[in-house]
């Protein structure tokens, strides 16, 4: 579509059109949350002594089930529980709303200034990386660095790569050789190295599934959950970005796999609790001291494991701000959060300003509102590739923490510049509509994972939800932008 030069003057009223529009969205989706709360405040109801502190004394913000204990540390669910209190409910049930407005729009022309029809195609202009760098696969090339050299310029791996599985499969069942700190990061971070180079960096367990963000945390403070990363590389691949490394959970034995193959700066961490489990520390900002230290149970510990990036000397990455970055104050606002029109400010900005990258970043932000993950300050893109590439989805530790809250502040790219690729709300309405919920998807596709099940069920369940309220907005976003008031940023973009 050629470029029009059609100015879009500024709305005077764009600050209460935001805020009703959240306002909206929060009072579509009150009541069920209350309700929800109300069922699992009657099921978590705890004894103050023995279920509320942990064993060092801290406060938790634990929900968990009546019932016995399930596999990987006694954590279940409660759905039954949940499902059997919500029949006593009388009130009506609330139709389903299959957006057939959206459904129609996809077939139409007449909104493409809201609705983007910009999805890469992978078929041409898309060379890997191995063929950019120059190099050949060698002949005893671990799967790793066949998948690495394999990453092209619009997607990370095929829809149908089969190197996705044999890495995945490598970090689950390789011996460990060699355990180091990652330098860095506000968390305990572990650099595992297998046989021939391979490498993944290992989140341990510190929680069990249903232990929800704690109330008084800000997000820059929230522990971060290792199975949080599994979760959210599988919610990628089902979402169709690929734009993720691989991550898989894994059970090790803190004494033969860590401790006698962690280096000398780790292991002057470790030491024996008083329940006489080794545990270990580490060093870092946040959460690396005795008091919050990782501990076997009694001697396994549980861990996430993403595959390692092409080292940074073969394919540097480009370190990017986040334009929606919060302030990571506890007082501070970020511009975003008082300027109604500060999209309009970050279309002119390249390379926001054509191409695919303010698109992408409308998928993050979707993506990282299903995962309720609120620490997105920066993201990496390939250099080599330049700026007409995807921005990686790294670093996904502080998501699925809050099952009961929709936080729509994550949401607000999408709100504020009114916009999503056609292809991301197609996959939507498919979730929303079936035959399969994006909460059975991800339930059956989490569920090839060792360490499965990886998610506590309200979190599945919060997904589907969480879907309804992305659609929604983008209904708001049509009605609050009829067509003709297409500027020329808005053609870049749809062009």
Same mark, same amino acid.
């Given at each position: &579509?050629?470029?029009? =030069?059609?100015?879009?003057?500024?709305?005077?009223?764009?600050?209460? +059109?935001?805020?009703?529009?959240?306002?909206?969205? =929060?009072?579509?989706?009150?009541?069920?949350?209350?309700? &929800?709360? /109300?069922?699992?405040?009657?099921?978590?109801?705890?004894?103050?002594?023995?279920?509320?502190?942990?064993?060092?004394?801290?406060?938790? @913000?634990?929900? !968990?089930?009546?019932?016995?204990?399930?596999?990987?540390?006694?954590?279940?669910?409660?759905? *039954? @529980? %949940?499902? @059997?209190?919500?029949?006593?409910?009388?009130?009506?049930?609330?139709?389903? *709303?299959?957006?057939?407005?959206?459904?129609?729009?996809?077939?139409?022309?007449?909104?493409?200034?809201?609705?983007?029809?910009?999805?890469?195609?992978?078929?041409?202009?898309?060379?890997?990386?191995?063929? &950019?760098?120059?190099? !050949?696969?060698? %002949?005893?090339?671990?799967?790793?660095?066949?998948?690495?050299?394999? +990453?092209?310029?619009?997607?990370?791996?095929?829809? !149908?790569?089969?190197?996705?599985?044999?890495?995945? /499969?490598?970090?689950?069942?390789?011996?460990?050789?060699?355990? %180091?700190?990652?330098?860095?990061?506000?968390?305990?971070?572990?650099?595992?190295?297998?046989?021939?180079? +391979?490498?993944?960096?290992?989140?341990?367990?510190?929680?069990?599934?249903?232990?929800?963000?704690?109330?008084?945390?800000?997000?820059?403070?929230?522990?971060?959950?290792?199975?949080?990363?599994?979760?959210?590389?599988?919610? *990628?691949?089902?979402?169709?970005?690929?734009?993720?490394?691989?991550?898989?959970? /894994?059970?090790?034995?803190?004494?033969?796999?860590?401790?006698?193959?962690?280096?000398?700066?780790?292991?002057?961490?470790?030491? $024996?609790?008083?329940?006489?489990?080794?545990?270990?520390?580490?060093?870092?900002?946040?959460?690396?001291?005795?008091?919050?230290?990782?501990?076997?149970?009694?001697?396994?510990?549980?861990?996430?494991?993403?595959?390692?990036?092409?080292?940074?000397?073969?394919?540097?990455?480009?370190?990017?701000?986040?334009?929606?970055?919060?302030?990571?104050?506890?007082?501070?606002?970020?511009?975003?959060?008082?300027?109604?029109?500060?999209?309009?400010?970050?279309?002119?900005?390249?390379?926001?300003?054509?191409?695919?990258?303010?698109?992408?970043?409308?998928?993050?932000?979707?993506?990282?509102?299903?995962?309720?993950?609120?620490?997105?300050?920066?993201?990496?893109?390939?250099?080599?590739?330049?700026?007409?590439?995807?921005?990686?989805?790294?670093?996904?530790?502080?998501?699925?923490?809050?099952?009961?809250?929709?936080?729509?502040?994550?949401?607000?790219? $999408?709100?504020?510049?009114?916009?999503?690729?056609?292809?991301?709300?197609?996959?939507?309405?498919?979730?929303?509509?079936?035959?399969?919920?994006?909460?059975? $998807? &991800?339930?059956?596709?989490?569920?090839?994972?060792? %360490?499965?099940? $990886?998610?506590?069920?309200?979190?599945?369940?919060?997904?589907?939800?969480?879907?309804?309220?992305?659609? !929604?907005?983008?209904?708001?976003?049509?009605?609050?932008?009829?067509?003709?008031?297409?500027?020329?940023?808005?053609?870049?973009?749809?062009?």
């Amino acid at each position: &579509m050629a470029s029009t =030069q059609i100015t879009r003057l500024p709305r005077e009223d764009a600050p209460e +059109i935001v805020l009703t529009s959240i306002h909206n969205l =929060q009072s579509n989706n009150l009541a069920k949350v209350k309700y &929800m709360k /109300r069922v699992q405040f009657r099921l978590t109801k705890c004894n103050f002594h023995e279920k509320c502190f942990n064993s060092s004394g801290s406060k938790e @913000a634990s929900t !968990q089930a009546q019932s016995s204990g399930g596999q990987n540390g006694g954590t279940t669910s409660g759905q *039954d @529980a %949940v499902v @059997a209190g919500s029949t006593l409910s009388t009130r009506k049930p609330t139709p389903h *709303d299959r957006y057939v407005d959206l459904q129609k729009l996809l077939l139409s022309d007449e909104y493409l200034h809201v609705i983007v029809d910009n999805a890469p195609d992978v078929t041409i202009n898309n060379p890997t990386l191995g063929e &950019m760098l120059h190099r !050949q696969v060698g %002949v005893n090339a671990s799967n790793l660095e066949r998948f690495q050299l394999r +990453i092209t310029k619009k997607e990370l791996y095929g829809e !149908q790569d089969t190197l996705v599985d044999a890495v995945l /499969r490598d970090m689950i069942k390789l011996p460990i050789e060699h355990v %180091v700190q990652k330098e860095g990061g506000t968390q305990l971070k572990l650099i595992i190295e297998y046989p021939n180079d +391979i490498k993944a960096l290992m989140k341990p367990m510190r929680f069990p599934r249903d232990q929800q963000t704690l109330p008084n945390h800000f997000y820059f403070t929230d522990y971060e959950r290792h199975n949080a990363e599994i979760a959210a590389f599988h919610l *990628d691949r089902v979402l169709g970005f690929r734009r993720a490394m691989p991550v898989a959970g /894994r059970t090790l034995n803190i004494t033969t796999e860590i401790y006698q193959k962690a280096d000398e700066n780790l292991l002057k961490t470790f030491f $024996v609790s008083p329940s006489l489990n080794l545990c270990f520390h580490g060093k870092c900002s946040y959460y690396c001291d005795t008091s919050h230290a990782i501990c076997g149970n009694p001697d396994m510990l549980e861990g996430s494991f993403a595959a390692f990036l092409p080292s940074l000397d073969s394919s540097n990455r480009k370190l990017w701000r986040h334009p929606w970055r919060r302030s990571y104050h506890k007082r501070k606002k970020a511009q975003w959060e008082t300027d109604a029109n500060y999209c309009a400010l970050v279309r002119d900005i390249p390379p926001y300003d054509e191409g695919r990258r303010l698109l992408d970043l409308m998928d993050m932000a979707v993506f990282d509102f299903l995962t309720g993950n609120m620490d997105r300050h920066h993201y990496e893109t390939f250099k080599i590739y330049g700026n007409e590439t995807f921005p990686l989805h790294l670093d996904h530790g502080r998501g699925f923490g809050r099952p009961y809250h929709d936080e729509l502040s994550i949401l607000a790219p $999408v709100l504020q510049c009114c916009l999503i690729r056609k292809t991301t709300l197609t996959k939507l309405l498919e979730f929303h509509n079936g035959p399969k919920p994006l909460s059975q $998807v &991800m339930g059956e596709s989490l569920s090839k994972d060792p %360490v499965s099940p $990886v998610l506590w069920q309200p979190h599945l369940e919060a997904l589907d939800r969480r879907v309804g309220v992305i659609l !929604q907005s983008i209904r708001d976003c049509i009605k609050r932008n009829p067509p003709g008031e297409l500027d020329a940023s808005e053609a870049d973009l749809s062009s």
